[in-house]
């Protein structure tokens, strides 16, 4: 199964992006893992929230294959503990070829975004920056990957 996880926007502080992509080789040691970055839009100033997460969504839903399983990072989703999410991860590893998770901007998703997902997860019921989550998410996927594999990584 073929991973991707998009972000609206490139990693801003470098001590994230370090640890991200730490995690993005590490994972890759398991299952074939990409980042896709989607550019922030320029001159957003001028835009309303609304009209943001619309032009956000559009670059968004160019982005995934049709026949895909897009699963969105938002606070409104299901919240697993860490070995829930290993074993949701391998039972789609069984169905699903590829297999998208999405960080939208700082206003979250446009409507046809959420019309188009399979699926919506939290992190926490805590509110984290969007910077901050794309290392969370990463460090969870890599646990996730070791725990299918009953590796040391994860301790109850």
């Known amino acids: 199964m073929k991973t991707t996880l998009i972000l609206v926007g490139k990693t801003a502080n470098k001590m994230y992006e370090t640890g991200i992509r730490d995690y993005e080789e590490r994972i890759n040691h398991y299952i074939p893992f990409s980042i896709k970055v989607i550019p922030e839009l320029k001159n957003n100033k001028n835009l309303s929230e609304n009209q943001q997460k619309e032009k956000e969504g559009e670059l968004i839903l160019k982005s995934i294959e049709n026949k895909s399983t897009v699963i969105l990072l938002d606070e409104h989703g299901k919240e697993y503990r860490s070995i829930e999410f290993a074993a949701w991860i391998e039972k789609i590893q069984q169905t699903v070829k590829q297999l998208y998770f999405i960080i939208g901007g700082p206003y979250g998703f446009s409507d046809d975004v959420y019309a188009r997902a399979d699926g919506k997860i939290s992190l926490s019921k805590m509110t984290f920056s969007h910077q901050m989550v794309r290392l969370v998410f990463a460090e969870q996927l890599y646990r996730a990957c070791t725990i ?8 109850e």
């Open 148 to 155: 299918i594999r009953n590796e040391p990584y994860h301790h």
